[in-house]
């Protein structure tokens, strides 16, 4: 992989002579080899084959080739036949300077062998991969010189940080570059601060599978020194691990193998083994870089992006990887101790002592979290998670622009809204965007629920009227308010019944509801005209969610919105919009839910996807409604607006933007919902799929006819899904609805193996009938 020096990419002229005065070659055949950079020549004389390397740029190479040489006579002096030995001139030198080209030459012995990645893998021969690089690293480990020490290698993985920051801009997909972006993050965040205790050496740097010979089902050389370098010790194990574990469907396996194979010769630290992760996937990194990098400066060379495609491969396949699960492993491999975790059950009442159980937990077989990324989760005993379920982390988990946008304003300023600052400015400004006009002030809040009890003071105090209007099996939020509006808790489990305040209107539901018909929502928004007329002029605003969520994610009739505004417009009242769920292009084919059924809201409430994780929430209203409110009393949220949320909130809209996320979401929604009715036309048990975008329900019942809910198959599907790593829970009245919302980089292979388990849980309960 050498980036170091000139590439010749032409014979050099004389160069047969050059090998005879200064060599004694008899009659050298001379050929061009593949390099990264620097020019090498396979030659033939005399039955001796020797490999001839021609660096240009003689200034950085004299000392190079000098310091190369003396490790590789060093090695040669220990064993044989396994590194290139430098072949002396007639006078004594390992090199040959030619004036007139200013070029330097160096002839080495040629090694027998076929390259590790032509070979067939067995676990031997990783292992004996593992003890061959542990045993050049005993030599080398002695070495000192100081013009390896002192180069700057682009190739050099402590430099990591640094390179990639670099070259990160040259990859022009934001979903790759993200990737990429992460792994940098988490580097940042998990080895630089301890890459001081690491122990540091020469190392070959670069034992990538072009660079091993096998013979005989085992690891018999090394070639190509050219990116020696002094660094962490553990990076070499990194690196030929990296390599060699492209294309592998267990790729955690396979480098077990070749760091069982290391450590028992050169024996590892357990903190040294603990990065191994993330620095296999700084190396995919780092090569992606440079090959993005590389491509826009030499577009024809087709070497340099030689490990391109499966680097890509292997990295996709990496982030889905638990950490612990890898790490564990690795320790496992070099015999260190496994730390126990304690069982969910005993965490479980731990947490109780301490924390309300009316914090549920979700499954049978709760999950003990510790990390996540994009659509990934990961516990603690090192199980990975298809994530098919939580909205929170609208552009995916941990997803490092926003990560990022919040630390860094975290280190320089966090206030609140009543210093002057330009985040909050910026922030407003650019979600005020994605509104229709009338929609020109922003409140900023910190949950969802805030923002719900926000909305009904600014409905209240603009209309003088008292009641709200709500739907059945509404949920808007946990304070006083919320819960008095919320059907879902007042009509639920524990609820207090329906406040004097409250007009609930049926939910017009085409599946289960009174009208179920192409047109039903004109007849429902009819009978909720009806019902609204014992409240005639008392009614300060209607709220509802376009898409249901609580009702077992549930589309309101089309057509119904329309009628209803009209009418509580009409008697004097206003609109809200909840869109704490469906909002911010969750839907696909609309970026607001309000857009699904052609109205415009006076009020509009956000939340849950607003910062990806951080907590935020905000009103959406008219200049009108908001000039009222300001009456002499100051409205005051001690962290809604601070500039670090703003900061977060901004970097979520720039992902959306960057990756096209809603589009994403469009496809990959149309592709589910399609394969799930498809499922639907299979099972009878499946009485409904809907939703839009990665806003999907799907129903089970147990008869067609009279819709009879199968919650126990629900259940059974949740918890099954759950004990193969997919995310996904239940809703709905009847808690008979499979809920699937997942972050919106979500794919359409994720879909597929969603659908796969679906499919496979529902056929074995059907089958236990
Ligand atoms: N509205 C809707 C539709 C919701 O789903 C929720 C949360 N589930 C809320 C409001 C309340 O948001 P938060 O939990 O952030 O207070």
Same mark, same amino acid.
């Given at each position: 992989m050498s980036a170091g020096f000139y590439s010749e990419t032409k014979k050099y002229k004389g160069m047969e002579n050059i090998l005879k005065d200064n060599w004694n070659l008899k009659k050298p055949e001379v050929q061009k080899t593949e390099g990264y950079s620097n020019a090498n020549y396979k030659v033939e004389d005399a039955g001796e084959k020797y490999i001839l390397k021609v660096y240009t740029n003689e200034k950085q190479a004299a000392g190079w080739s000098d310091a190369e040489n003396k490790i590789l006579l060093g090695l040669n002096k220990e064993t044989a036949n396994r590194f290139p030995l430098p072949q002396k001139t007639r006078s004594g030198q390992t090199s040959v300077y030619a004036e007139e080209n200013q070029t330097i030459f160096r002839l080495l012995s040629w090694l027998e062998g076929d390259f590790l990645y032509d070979v067939l893998h067995t676990p031997e021969l990783f292992k004996s991969f593992g003890k061959f690089l542990a045993e050049m690293d005993s030599l080398l480990h002695d070495c000192r010189d100081y013009v390896i020490e002192a180069r700057h290698s682009q190739w050099d993985l402590q430099h990591f940080v640094q390179i990639a920051s670099e070259k990160i801009h040259c990859i022009s997909n934001p979903s790759d570059r993200k990737l990429v $972006? =992460?792994?940098?993050?988490? =580097? /940042?965040?998990? *080895?630089?601060?301890?890459? $001081?205790?690491?122990?540091k050496?020469?190392? $070959?740097?670069d034992a990538n599978d072009r660079n091993v010979l096998v013979q005989n089902g085992m690891v018999s050389g090394m070639i190509d020194f050219g990116d020696m370098c002094f660094s962490q010790l553990v990076n070499e194990?990194?690196?030929?691990?990296?390599?060699?574990?492209?294309?592998k469907d267990n790729p955690v396996e396979w480098a077990c193998h070749i760091l069982s194979g290391y450590h028992k010769k050169l024996p590892l630290e357990q903190r040294e083994i603990e990065m191994l992760y993330w620095l296999v996937a700084a190396r995919l990194c780092m090569s992606v870089c440079h090959s993005a990098y590389e491509k826009l400066r030499q577009p024809e060379n087709d070497y340099i992006t030689i490990s391109e495609k499966p680097a890509w491969e292997l990295l996709r396949k990496w982030v889905t990887i638990n950490p612990v699960h890898a790490t564990n492993s690795f320790k496992k491999a070099a015999g260190f101790e496994i730390s126990a975790v304690k069982p969910v059950d005993e965490l479980k009442k731990e947490r109780f002592k301490t924390v309300s159980s009316t914090f549920s937990i979700s499954?049978?077989?709760? *999950?003990?979290?510790? /990390?996540?990324?994009?659509?990934?989760?990961?516990?603690? =005993? %090192?199980?990975?998670?298809?994530?098919? =379920?939580?909205?929170?982390?609208? *552009? %995916?988990?941990? $997803?490092p622009q926003v990560v990022e946008a919040g630390q860094k304003q975290m280190a320089r300023l966090n206030t609140n809204t009543r210093y002057i600052y330009d985040q909050l400015n910026e922030y407003t400004t650019h979600l005020l965007n994605y509104f229709p006009k009338p929609l020109s002030k922003v409140f900023p809040v910190n949950s969802g629920s805030a923002a719900t009890d926000l909305a009904i003071r600014l409905a209240r105090n603009f209309t003088g009227k008292n009641k709200i209007a709500v739907l059945e099996h509404g949920y808007h939020g946990n304070t006083q308010t919320g819960i008095e509006i919320s059907h879902y808790k007042f009509s639920g489990k524990g609820g207090n019944g329906i406040s004097e305040n409250v007009v609930c209107l049926p939910v017009p539901d085409t599946f289960r509801g009174e009208f179920r018909f192409e047109n039903a929502g004109v007849s429902y928004a009819n009978q909720a005209i009806q019902q609204l007329k014992t409240s005639e002029n008392q009614v300060a605003a209607f709220i509802a969610e376009p898409i249901v969520g609580c009702g077992g994610q549930l589309p309101l009739a089309k057509g119904y919105l329309k009628e209803v505004y009209a009418k509580i417009r009409n008697q004097g009242g206003v609109c809200i919009s909840d869109e704490v769920q469906t909002g911010f292009g969750r839907l696909g084919h609309f970026f607001w839910g309000f857009e699904m059924h052609g109205v415009v809201p006076d009020i509009v409430i956000l939340g849950k996807p607003m910062g990806n994780g951080h907590p935020m929430g905000a009103v959406i209203t008219t200049d009108e409604i908001a000039d009222a409110f300001d009456n002499g009393m100051e409205f005051f949220s001690s962290f809604g607006g601070n500039p670090v949320s703003c900061a977060i909130g901004n970097a979520v809209l720039n992902v959306l933007e960057e990756e096209q996320l809603q589009a994403h979401a469009k496809t990959v929604g149309d592709y589910y919902l399609q394969e799930l009715t498809s499922l639907q036309q299979k099972y009878e048990c499946i009485g409904d799929v809907r939703g839009s975008g990665l806003f999907i329900g799907f129903e089970f019942i147990k008869d067609r006819i009279t819709l009879e809910p199968e919650t126990k198959l629900a259940q059974y599907l949740k918890n099954e899904l759950r004990n193969r790593h997919i995310l996904v829970s239940t809703d709905g009245p009847f808690d008979n609805v499979i809920k699937s919302k997942p972050p919106l980089c979500f794919t359409t292979d994720n879909v597929d193996e969603v659908i796969h388990a679906v499919e496979k849980v529902t056929e074995s309960y059907l089958k236990r009938l």
């Open positions: $972006h =992460y792994f940098l993050l988490q =580097y /940042r965040e998990n *080895v630089a601060p301890e890459l $001081h205790k690491l122990r050496s020469i190392i $070959h740097g194990p990194a690196i030929g691990i990296t390599y060699a574990i492209m294309g499954y049978k077989k709760p *999950v003990y979290m510790e /990390r996540a990324a994009f659509q990934y989760m990961f516990d603690k =005993y %090192g199980n990975s998670y298809l994530d098919a =379920y939580n909205n929170i982390p609208h *552009v %995916g988990h941990l $997803h």
